[in-house]
């Protein structure tokens, strides 16, 4: 079960590597600069959303650090979309509270230093995407000579600098999904929220998204990402979590979240006869032909299997440790509750 | 904050222009001002009536063909309200917006300006067109065609705000049916009034009263009648007849002007406190 204050310190150390430590009463509105600070960059403490009878949210408590990329998982309905809504200031919560750069939700000068790319990501369909880039420049309150070349990088990152002059009506949805990206991106944020970045890109697309997210992190920005695709989370978040039914079912980096559930490929040449007896006490286990496999075996106990069965006179071929992935985890979890 | 506003104001312009709905608008404007304008011709110069009658028939034609106009002009401020936030949300155009540094009642009171300047442009065009070009063809100009605009046009903006205030809340359907509906309620309630008065039925009378109090376009459309009545017509019309749906003895009293003012800001501030609340 998820525990605020664990929550709160895995998020500041796991804050990009960088240091915490910066002078008392730094506050993140202050200052402009991607250095993080002494606030987390995403703080909830039993954030909670009701619609009429479902329960979206359940009392959620989770903290992000300054830098940090943070994947959001979690099945249709889970509650991720309305995480972002709440944090955003777009839906009220039912209960509870959040902090977003140092301070609260919705804040209005906060809200220049974050950007968002919604699930439904949609623009006016009769402005270009220049346009629409401008527009929230504009919105931005963006220094004005700055514009043109905001503008233009934007397009650049996401790919759609040679559609610039057309109108976004004419988009298909993964160049309005481009756009939606750029336009996030706009301005240098600090913290961006991506709902579901990827849903409507080609895998080059996938891979470009990839690529910015990784710059991203260079550059200290903190990065909330909401997604299905777990091999996405597997390669880019420095720590996930778990959502079923509005409640985090399992939370950490992906070695906390995986390592404990390591699994042992074993090839024997030899077998003496009761060699599996002690077998039982490393984990659950299954023999297909010369291959065993041992599930849920603790990483540092692994020499020890191999010690017990040489000293029963068997002969060890191969002995492969198998991280289970994400996926397998993530179906495990969802079955376990 | 004007800043701000203003971007708001400036793109909800450029919507309509872009989506060429100011074009559609004036094309069907240009057809009926012509049908009126072939119809004035007739009446002046087609021999049928006596120049005493034309004196009075050219004012009420105009009376009724501005009333078909006003009708138009608030259809069409209903129509370009009604989507104004509500398609917006639904479609998610809005989700990046208002996560801006941006108030929620800057984003109302935007809009709210820019339609207000794309309805007082065509209430402008409308009066402009079918004033001019009756003058044109008959030589009738009604005694103060300024205040008569001006009065068109409160009485669009007053539905203008009725329907961004139910865009906040309702479907973009909903709430221009709503809105609509609630325009031809306050008009039927005037003419309800007018046949209490007619007739000495205090209960109707009443009826005509509260639905000016509480929807006061039927009240501005009386404001913009006066001011299309000559003085021939006022005298013309018997003594004991004070009001139709087509008639007027005087233009609204202050206090009636000072009301219609409060009533704007109530609105105004109801839509913004509304969407303030939404959930988008
Ligand atoms: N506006 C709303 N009114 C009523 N219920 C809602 C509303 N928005 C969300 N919900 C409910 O809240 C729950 C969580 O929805 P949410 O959109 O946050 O899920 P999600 O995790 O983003 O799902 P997906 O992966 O499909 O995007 C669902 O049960 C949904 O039905
Ligand atoms: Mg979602």
């Not at chain 1, 830098?67 to 709440?86: D, W």
């Not at chain 1, 804040?107 to 230093?113: G, H, I, P, V, Y």
């Not at chain 2, 119809?39 to 009333?67: K, V, Y």
């Not at chain 2, 003895?249 to 609105?267: D, E, I, M, N, T």
């Amino acid at each position: 079960m998820w525990q605020a204050s664990s929550a709160e310190s895995d998020g500041l150390v796991a804050a990009g590597g960088v240091p915490q430590a910066t002078a008392p009463g730094e506050g993140a509105a202050t200052t402009g600069s991607p250095r993080p600070s002494v606030s987390p960059a995403i703080h909830t403490l039993g954030l909670h959303k009701r619609y009429r009878r479902t329960v979206a949210v359940k009392s959620l408590s989770v903290s992000v650090g300054r830098g940090e990329i943070f994947g959001f998982l979690g099945p249709n309905g889970a509650g991720k979309t309305t995480v972002i809504k709440m944090l955003l200031g777009l839906v009220k919560p039912t209960a509870g509270e959040a902090m977003v750069l140092g301070a609260p939700v919705g804040d209005r000068r906060t809200r220049r230093r974050i950007g968002y790319l919604p699930e439904m990501f949609r623009f006016q369909p009769w402005l270009t995407a220049a346009e629409v880039l401008r527009l929230h420049c504009r919105l931005l309150e963006l220094p004005r000579p700055s514009w043109e070349q905001s503008i233009s990088e934007s397009l650049e990152t996401v790919g759609l600098a040679e559609r610039a002059g057309d109108r976004v009506a004419g988009f298909s949805k993964g160049m309005q999904q481009r756009l939606g990206l750029g336009v996030a991106l706009l301005g240098g944020p600090a913290l961006v929220f991506l709902d579901e970045p990827t849903s409507a890109l080609d895998p080059v697309g996938r891979h470009h998204v990839r690529q910015i997210t990784r710059d991203l992190r260079e550059r200290g920005v903190t990065v909330f990402l909401n997604t299905h695709l777990l091999a996405e989370a597997e390669q880019l978040c420095d720590r996930v979590a778990v959502l079923d039914k509005g409640a985090v079912v399992a939370s950490g980096s992906l070695s906390e979240l995986l390592g404990r559930h390591s699994r042992v490929r074993l090839k024997l040449s030899a077998a003496p006869a009761g060699w599996t007896t002690g077998l039982s006490a490393f984990g659950a286990w299954r023999t297909e032909g010369e291959w065993t496999t041992v599930e849920g075996v603790d990483p540092d106990a692994i020499a020890d299997l191999v010690n017990l069965i040489v000293a029963g006179g068997g002969r060890v071929e191969a002995v492969i440790p198998e991280h289970q992935n994400l996926e397998e985890r993530f179906l495990e979890l969802l079955q376990e509750k | 904050m004007i800043y701000r506003i203003r971007t708001i104001a400036a793109l909800t312009i450029r919507e309509a222009a872009r989506r060429r709905l100011l074009a559609a608008l004036v094309g069907i404007t240009v057809a009926m001002v012509g049908l009126s304008a072939w119809g004035f011709d007739r009446l002046a110069h087609g021999g049928a009536l006596t120049s005493g009658e034309s004196t009075l028939a050219l004012p009420q034609s105009l009376i009724l063909f501005m009333f078909m106009f006003s009708f138009v002009v608030a259809l069409s401020a209903s129509a370009i309200a009604s989507p104004s936030v509500a398609s917006e949300i639904e479609s998610g155009v809005l989700m990046t917006v208002v996560t801006r540094p941006i108030r929620r009642g800057e984003v109302i009171i935007g809009k709210w300006l820019g339609l207000a300047a794309l309805l007082a442009g065509y209430a402008a065009a409308v009066s402009v067109l079918e004033m001019g070009v009756v003058d044109w063809v008959s030589g009738y100009l009604p005694p103060n065609p300024v205040l008569t605009t001006v009065y068109l046009f409160a009485e669009g903006l007053l539905l203008l705000t009725l329907a961004l205030l139910l865009s906040t809340r309702m479907s973009t359907l909903a709430a221009g049916v709503v809105g609509i509906a609630l325009f031809g309620a306050a008009w039927l309630a005037g003419v309800v009034g007018f046949l209490g008065t007619t007739f000495g039925i205090g209960a109707l009378r009443t009826i005509g009263r509260i639905s000016r109090v509480v929807l006061p376009t039927d009240g501005l459309w009386h404001g913009a009648i006066y001011y299309l009545e000559p003085p021939s017509l006022l005298r013309a019309h018997s003594l004991g007849q004070n009001e139709n749906p087509f008639f007027t003895r005087s233009p609204p009293s202050w206090v009636y002007l000072a009301w219609v003012g409060v009533w704007f800001v109530a609105v105004l501030g109801a839509a913004i406190l509304s969407f303030d609340r939404r959930e988008i």
